[in-house]
């Protein structure tokens, strides 16, 4: 009896012990960190908040919306961060203009909770429009930031 309540004691703290950390959804696939007309950089990150700026070097307009995920590294392989809550994004299309600079922020916590120390990256994905009757080339951007 005593050797049972020692198993489960065991599996109860390898369990809480797992919580602690970042949940995969499973690896990532390759992102593309940069373009010749298209950056995002982050200017302002905490465990909670995060601010990018959006740099449209082009002679074309991009769309992008509200959706984001975050990604954790671990052991050198990218994987999909699980949301703690409910994501939900207003949906509401921006467009950036050509040659020119946005910023867009959101709250991290809202979605995942305060981030743990960790090496991660924003995935946002974007759309450039090159002619009136352009369905646009779709494109997915990541920026890496640290915790701690």
Request: with cysteine; proline share 1%.
């Amino acid at each position: 009896m005593k050797k049972l309540l020692a198993i489960i004691f065991a599996a109860i703290l390898l369990l809480s012990g797992c919580g602690a950390g970042n949940v995969s959804l499973g690896r990532s696939e390759e992102i593309i960190t940069d373009t010749d007309i298209l950056k995002i950089k982050i200017t302002d990150v905490s465990s909670s908040e995060i601010a990018l700026e959006i740099v449209n070097e082009s002679k074309c307009e991009i769309g992008y919306e509200e959706y984001y995920s975050i990604e954790f590294s671990e052991n050198g392989e990218w994987h999909k961060l699980k949301p703690k809550y409910e994501a939900s994004f207003i949906e509401v299309a921006y467009i950036l203009e050509k040659e020119s600079t946005s910023t867009w922020g959101d709250s991290i916590s809202r979605i995942y909770g305060e981030l743990p120390q960790g090496e991660y990256r924003i995935i946002k994905h974007f759309t450039i429009y090159g002619s009136e009757n352009d369905q646009g080339e779709k494109c997915t951007l990541a920026a890496r930031f640290k915790i701690g």
